[in-house]
Structures are given as C-alpha cells and as structure tokens.
C-alpha cells in the first residue's frame, strides 16, 4: 500500500530503523513500549484486583490517582507504538494480530473507563455490582490478551518477512 | 561489562553460600521451632531467603566456569553437565524453599506466627534443598578433585535420582529450538509475569511516596504475594530462556546489569517484608525517609530491570 510505504521512508521512520543509539533508535523505544505495557495493564491488574476483593483495607475512592498512572503508560505507548510501527509500517500491517491488539486494547479502556467511573461515585465495598466485577474479570482477561498479541506481532512480522 | 575470569572466581566464591547459607537458616529456623521463638524463626526465613536470592547468580555463574574448563585436560565434560544437571534441580528447590521462606514471613506479620502448613512446607522444602545443594556440590568438587572422584555407580545413582536428564542444558536447548511455540509462550508468560510485578512494585512504593495517603499500609501489603507469583513466572521463564542460550547471555554487560538490578530489588523485597513499622502506617501516615529512599530505588532498579531486559539484544549480543 503506497501510504503505508510513504510512512516507512519518512526520515523519522528510517532514523529510528537504522540507528544504533541506545538511547533514542529503535531499541529505545521498544524500552519505552515495555515501561508502558507496564504502567498500562500492571496498574489495571491492580485496580481490577482490587474490585475483585484483593487489599480491601485501600479505600476504592484513592484508587483514582491510578487511573492517570494507566493513561500515561497509554500515551506512553500510543507514542512508542506509532513510532515502532513506523519503522515497518507495510510488514506490521500485514499481521492479524495487530488488529487482534488494537480491538482488546480499545475494549479494555472503554471497560476501565467504566471502571473508573464506579470508582469515582464514592461506592463502597459493600455496594460493588456483580457487573462491575465482571468487568474487573473481563479486563484481566483482556489485557492478558493485549500482551499476548502485542508480543506474537514481532514473530508473524518475522514469519511472514521470512516467507517474502 | 564483567570480565569472564572474574565471574569464574566468582562462581567459586559463591558455590558455597547456598549449601552452607541453607544449613545455618534451616539450623536456625529448626531452633526457632524448639524455642518457640517467633523473631528467631523470622530472622532464618530472612536468611533462607536471601539465599534464595544468592543461589541464582551462584547457578549462572557456573556457565562461565565450564565455559573456562572446556578443553582443560583431565576434565570431564560429562562430570561438568552432571554437575549443571544436579545444579539446577538443586536450584529448583532452593527458589521453592525461597519464596516459601518470603510467604513464611508476609504470614508472621499478619499473625504472631506463620502458619503450621508454611512452616511444614519449610522444613521439607529445607530438607530436600540441603540434600540436593550437597549432592550438586559434591559432583562441582569432583570437577577438579579426582581424588574424590565417587565411584561409577555412584555417579549413575546421583544422575538418575538428583539430576534427570531434562534438566540438562542441552536438552532445553534443543527442545527450544525444535518446538517454536515453547519461546513464543516463555515470552508471553514473562511480559505477562513484569505487568503483574510491576503493577504491585509500582503501586505498593508510590504509596510509601506519598500517594494514596488516604489508604493503610496493609491493603498493599495484601497485594505483595501477587507482586512475588509475577517475580516466580519470570524468574522460571528467565532461567528457561538463559538456560537455552547461557553462553549468549554470561558475557552480555545488559545481563550483568539486569541481574544486579534484580538482586539489588530483592534485597529492597526483604526489607521491606521484615520491617514492621512500614506496614503499620495507617491512614494519612507518612513513611519514615529511609523507607522512602528504599521505595524510590525499587521503582528506579525494576524500571532498571526492564531496560536492560530489552536491551540484551542491543547492548550486547542475546536475543
């Protein structure tokens, strides 16, 4: 697809490609990608743990300082994966598991941001719907997912470049 | 980046803090349970646990010494894999009796003793790690000292009993290279292993910072055994992938370091668990500064851990 070649072969995408810097090519960003991943699904493995009974002694009302920790490993990796994806734009897109990643990753902020918002209306414990606990469980499950697909991207890309 | 040689002399070092480190903790802990002392029988889950923790640069180090043996007259390779063999299954169940040591001491926080199931759990976990330590030592002496060379049968009994075959270095190799999904799973399962880790780390230390004031210490204190099944995940798929590939990985300055940062944030992971006062602080209660210091270096070392991590292909030359 021309745009997708047109993204690859812009100097952004072909410095970062082809430089060695530890600090700001490609393995920099794959760094930043990581920390990310880990700010993203490690704060919403806590939150949804914690709606689901674990640490009940940590008051649900002081769980909204995490949800901006999960929105700047978002943006981290909003940032950090456009960029890697730069970097091979027509061999990335031309993998499932991309949209695989997209879709869960959407899903699971929309459910975090209803999440956030029971969080938010000052309930207690006592008053956690069945829903909302389901919705804790269907994150998990879904972030696993994100970072299922998100690491079996670098294999299909590598299977399929092998294959041309 | 460590120089072979060095990490050869360390290796000797090293070898043995694990058998003598893990008679002492046990020797304590055994008279804890005589004298119903409950801070003596903290103070040897403390040190089982740091020789947990020990054992995992002891193992690794070993590669370097039968990297530096190869090819060295009168030296058997066979004698040298039987050793790693019965190494590892030793190391299996010294990080077993670790991380039963760490859940021994999050228990007697919580209660005035840990529980009897976790104190049997020790004790045969203890038993079994002193036995199997010694047997691997044993084969690591035989390396350079022929005249303790046991006899063949010997040397057939420990090779069926204490070190299988399928924990050879060779073997996991092979089985990596001819099943394609097996590092595929090992990868996923060890990012999946940091989010988990890293979400408890994070969550837990910013509260000591400062965040969260509203909340007690001890609803995150509840969240640490999770923070530790993520350390076990990765701790299991590392040593299969460095296993896999040791030599790629002995010399590779970014595994030098990812390694120092672990050890480093486990010694922060003991602290932690053995100081009361951090898991008294109530609500609006702010932690004392050391403490703090402490919880802004386990973010600094497991952000530390994750960049080293990713850069082992980079930095130098592991995949």
Known sequence: MPVLEWIQNLPLSTSIAESDSIWWGYAWWLFVHALGMGLTAGVGFIVCLRLLGVGRQIPLSSLGVLFRLLWVGFYLNLLSGTLLFMTDATGIARVWELYAKLGCLGLALVLMTRLRRFVESGRGDEMIPPTITKMAYACIVLWLAVITSGRLIAYAVEANGAKL | ?319
Request: glycine fraction near 10%; hydrophobic fraction near 50%.
């Open chain 2, 1 to 319: 980046m460590v120089p072979s040689s060095d990490l050869v002399h360390l290796h000797l070092l090293l070898n043995h803090f694990p058998t003598v480190g893990m008679i002492v903790g046990f020797g304590v802990f055994l008279l804890a349970l005589v004298n119903k002392s409950v801070d003596l029988k903290r103070g040897a889950l403390a040190v089982m646990f740091a020789i947990a923790l020990l054992s995992l640069p002891t193992y690794m180090t070993g590669y370097s010494a039968q990297k530096a043996l190869r090819g060295v007259a009168g030296v058997s390779q066979g004698v040298v894999n039987l050793h790693q063999r019965s190494a590892l299954m030793a190391l299996i169940f010294m990080e077993a009796t670790g991380v039963a040591a760490w859940y021994g001491l999050w228990h007697s926080r919580r209660r005035a003793a840990s529980g009897s199931r976790n104190t049997a759990v020790v004790l045969l976990l203890g038993a079994l790690t002193i036995g199997l330590m010694s047997s691997a030592a044993d084969v690591g002496g035989e390396i350079r000292h022929p005249e303790i060379l046991s006899s063949p049968e010997a040397v057939a009994a420990t090779e069926g009993l204490f070190a299988p075959h399928v924990l050879g270095s060779d073997f996991i190799t092979k089985y990596q290279y001819s099943h394609p999904w097996a590092w595929k799973t090992l990868e996923t399962i060890h990012f999946m292993g940091l989010c988990l880790l890293f979400g408890v780390v994070l969550v837990g230390n910013l509260r000591l910072l400062g965040w969260m004031r509203t909340a007690p210490l001890e609803g995150f204190y509840r969240l640490l055994p999770w923070g530790v099944w993520g350390f076990v995940a990765n701790s299991i798929t590392g040593m299969l992938f460095f296993i896999g590939q040791a030599f790629q990985y002995i010399d590779n300055p970014a595994f030098h370091w990812k390694m120092l940062c672990i050890l480093l944030a486990g010694a922060d992971v003991l602290y932690l668990t053995w100081h009361d006062e951090v898991w008294d602080l109530g609500p609006g209660d702010s932690a004392p500064a050391t403490v703090k210091v402490l919880a802004a270096s386990q973010i600094v070392l497991w952000i530390g851990v994750i960049y080293f991590g990713r850069m082992l292909p980079y930095i130098g030359d592991a995949f």
